[in-house]
């Protein structure tokens, strides 16, 4: 006799869709700009279930924001589109630039009279950088009257102050670099203004200089921090203060009073 | 202790994150600090030799007015590391003991910033353009930002030709100072104390 049996489960069927994809609606297949939407989602979703950055771009880029919330508000983001457009168009200006102090003049006048737009680029580079100027002083006295550099954001004005001594830094080392005499007269005279200060002020001067004089690494070192080293301090900094900015969120104007519950208005009286 | 065995002073856990701090900050200093020590390399050492330069016979100087004379600072740099020079030979009734050296030989770096002065002839003045310096005939300051008078360089005569050695400073009262200091540096009483004498001069 034989035994009873369990029966057999049901073999599965084959795996059926994932939801989304294939969908068939009304009998017609997916079309070619169905399926190119399709590619977009599925490609951030790929990238979102490995990243999980979704929660952390959400919150920054839809934090909100008080009211009266205005125009001067851009001018952080202002500075650093400048500070975007330094950095790209100084890459390639030193694809065509030579630090050699007899070959530096002649490679930017290269850069301005042969470079397939190198007129522009180094125009915007030039020029850029005195914009750059501007919005940090804009942006700072937007900070400074809208008294936003309070408690909490006390670190944050630091940070800013470190950020605007660093663009002065730029604005001193990148002037060296056209190798002029414009240039090059403003930059022993800058030189010797750090040596005026008392002590430190002549090794400071040596330590810009590599030396006594004026020499055969001067230009390349100046090159050098105004490429190099202060760029990748700023970008670092720029992330720091955008951090503190959502972390902290930003100030109402000066002008708006903060609304009152209703409650605590009526007990008020 | 709470957390370590009997008999241990620290906890397991606590050496391996300490050792592994220490690791780090080890591997960090292996590459941090030789490459701090590359960049403020020259601040300790003397960056350019001393050598004398031939500026010609002693017949092309004279003693009544400056001859004009290019010499190289710094080589291979190009105009950059060239400067020029006030030539004139040393005269008694002129300079009297304000000099040891048989010619005097101006350097044209303004000691306000370090602009380029020039002699003007019908003045009798080294005059900077930048912010106004005014020099008299020896390099003293007469008027404007200046701190000190103009540097010199030593010089010397070997077989009829006028050498030019090394820069040295003065204070205003022609005192020298053998390792030159930057414009800007004040030199007299105790100033010259607040600017030492660097490794690299």
């Not at chain 1, 939801?19 to 070619?32: D, F, I, Q, R």
């Not at chain 1, 457009?85 to 490679?107: C, E, H, I, R």
């Amino acid at each position: 006799m034989a035994r009873p049996r369990l029966p057999k489960p049901p073999s599965p069927r084959r795996t059926p869709p994932r939801p989304g994809t294939n969908k068939v609606v009304n009998g017609k297949k997916p079309g070619l700009k169905e399926n190119a939407a399709e590619a977009g989602i599925a490609t951030v979703g790929w990238l979102d279930e490995r990243t999980g950055a979704s929660p952390f771009l959400r919150g920054f880029l839809y934090r909100k924001v008080p009211k009266g919330t205005n125009w001067f508000y851009t001018l952080g983001s202002a500075t650093m589109f400048a500070f975007l457009n330094q950095a790209v168009t100084g890459v390639f200006l030193a694809m065509y630039y030579d630090p050699n102090p007899t070959k530096a003049y002649d490679s930017a006048r290269h850069i301005t009279n042969d470079v397939w737009l190198g007129a522009f680029v180094r125009g915007m580079h030039k020029w850029g950088s005195t914009v750059m100027v501007l919005l940090v002083f804009l942006h700072m006295a937007r900070t400074f009257f809208f008294g936003a550099y309070k408690y909490p954001r006390e670190l944050n004005w630091l940070i800013g102050f470190v950020l605007l001594v660093l663009t002065m830094l730029m604005s001193f080392t990148g002037y060296l670099l056209p190798f002029d005499q414009r240039s090059y007269w403003a930059s022993i005279v800058g030189i010797n203004l750090n040596s005026s200060g008392p002590i430190v002020g002549p090794y400071l001067a040596d330590f810009l200089r590599a030396g006594s004089e004026f020499n055969s690494v001067t230009l390349s070192r100046f090159y050098s921090i105004h490429m190099l080293l202060i760029p990748g301090a700023i970008v670092a900094l720029i992330g720091a203060h955008l951090y503190l900015v959502a972390k902290l969120g930003t100030t109402a104007p000066p002008w708006l009073k903060a609304e009152k519950a209703k409650e605590l208005a009526k007990e008020e009286v | 202790m709470p957390g370590a065995f009997e008999g241990e002073t620290v906890t397991r856990r606590g050496l391996m994150t300490g050792g592994a701090l220490a690791a780090g900050g080890l591997a960090s200093a292996a590459f941090g600090l030789p490459a701090l020590g590359f960049a403020l390399g020259p601040n300790f050492s003397r960056t350019e030799p001393h050598r004398w330069q031939d500026v010609g016979a002693e017949g092309d100087f004279n003693k009544a007015s400056y001859v004009q004379k290019i010499i190289d600072l710094v080589a291979d740099v190009g105009d950059a590391g060239k400067t020029t020079i006030y030539v004139r030979k040393y005269s008694r009734a002129v300079d009297g003991k304000t000099t040891d050296q048989p010619y005097v030989a101006i350097s044209n770096r303004c000691m306000h910033l370090g602009c380029p002065v020039r002699y003007v002839q019908a003045a009798q003045r080294f005059i900077c353009p930048c912010h106004g310096g005014v020099y008299g005939p020896l390099g003293q300051v007469d008027g404007g930002p200046p701190v000190r008078p103009l540097d010199r360089f030593y010089t010397n005569v070997e077989n009829g030709r006028v050498l030019i050695g090394p820069r040295f400073s003065l204070d205003s009262n022609f005192k020298r100072f053998p390792h030159p200091r930057d414009p800007s540096n004040h030199l007299d009483g105790l100033w010259q104390y607040l600017y030492p004498a660097r490794p690299t001069t």
